[in-house]
């Protein structure tokens, strides 16, 4: 029998994208989406992998609990990374933006959620 291909935004790949953000590094977690992208037809390329490399030292950098072994940036952190990343909010405006980019609603921002 044929395995069945993967549907985007399956609750298969959400129940991996969650486990990806939880269990893997900002370094680990890039590289599984920078191989998401690759595998695909169009690759990002290497200006877009380079951003994502400075997403994963900004991250580090900005993780004071465990800085480059971290995972996920709690409200305050992520909106320094938001603002070092040229997107200044107000609280609510960034609250309202983190809503958006937590997926897995556990009140942090990894880096596979951001990119």
């Not at 994208?17 to 890039?30: I, L």
């Not at 695909?40 to 004071?64: F, H, I, S, T």
């Not at 320094?80 to 405006?93: I, P, Y």
Request: proline content about 2%; charged content about 35%; aromatic content about 10%.
């Amino acid at each position: 029998m044929a395995e069945e291909k993967k549907q985007p935004g399956s609750d298969e790949n959400m129940k991996e994208f969650a486990r990806v953000g939880k269990e893997y590094n900002y370094r680990k977690q890039a590289i599984f989406f920078l191989n998401a992208y690759w595998a695909d037809k169009d690759p990002c390329g290497e200006a877009e992998a380079e951003k994502v490399y400075g997403y994963v030292n900004l991250a580090g950098e900005l993780d004071k609990k465990k800085g480059e072994e971290g995972n996920a940036m709690d409200e305050f952190e992520s909106h320094r990374f938001l603002e070092k990343n040229g997107q200044t909010l107000t609280v609510v405006a960034m609250r309202q933006e983190l809503k958006k980019i937590d997926i897995d609603t556990d009140n942090k921002m990894s880096l596979l959620e951001y990119c």
